[in-house]
Nanobody, 118 residues
Framework: QVQLVDSGGDLVQAGGSLRLSCAFT????????MAWYRQAPGKERELVAR??????TYADSVKGRFTISRDNARNLMYLQMDGLKPEDTGVYYC?????????????WGQGTQVTVSS
């Protein structure tokens, strides 16, 4: 069983920074990969960044501005967001795959709101 609690969303001006956190419970060695998704009003949820066994990938729209990381000692995942733009506004969700009995099950955090004003 895995639980994800994401936090850190806020209202920020364009050009500013935020750091989102995702606290997770469960057997950390079975939790891989992890990712951040976002959903803007009226749009589908999209993948923002992913970390798999230390390898990171990013959506083109956030490359060079966002950094995903994971601290296994503290059971935390982060998304450092710099150079924020109004189009980054949305609800951000952390996501994790949990491996058990040769199968994976996906888990979601509850979401945290990020609003970037112009």
């Amino acid at each position: 069983q895995v639980q994800l609690v994401d936090s850190g969303g806020d209202l920020v001006q364009a050009g500013g920074s935020l750091r989102l956190s995702c606290a997770f419970t469960g057997e950390r060695d079975r939790i891989n990969p992890m990712a951040w998704y976002r959903q803007a009003p009226g749009k589908e949820r999209e993948l923002v960044a992913r970390i798999s066994s230390g390898t990171t990938t990013y959506a083109d729209s956030v490359k060079g501005r966002f950094t995903i990381s994971r601290d296994n000692a503290r059971n935390l995942m982060y998304l450092q967001m710099d150079g924020l733009k109004p189009e980054d506004t949305g609800v951000y969700y952390c996501y994790a795959d949990y491996w058990r009995y040769g199968r994976t099950q996906g888990y979601w955090g509850q979401g945290t709101q990020v609003t970037v004003s112009s």
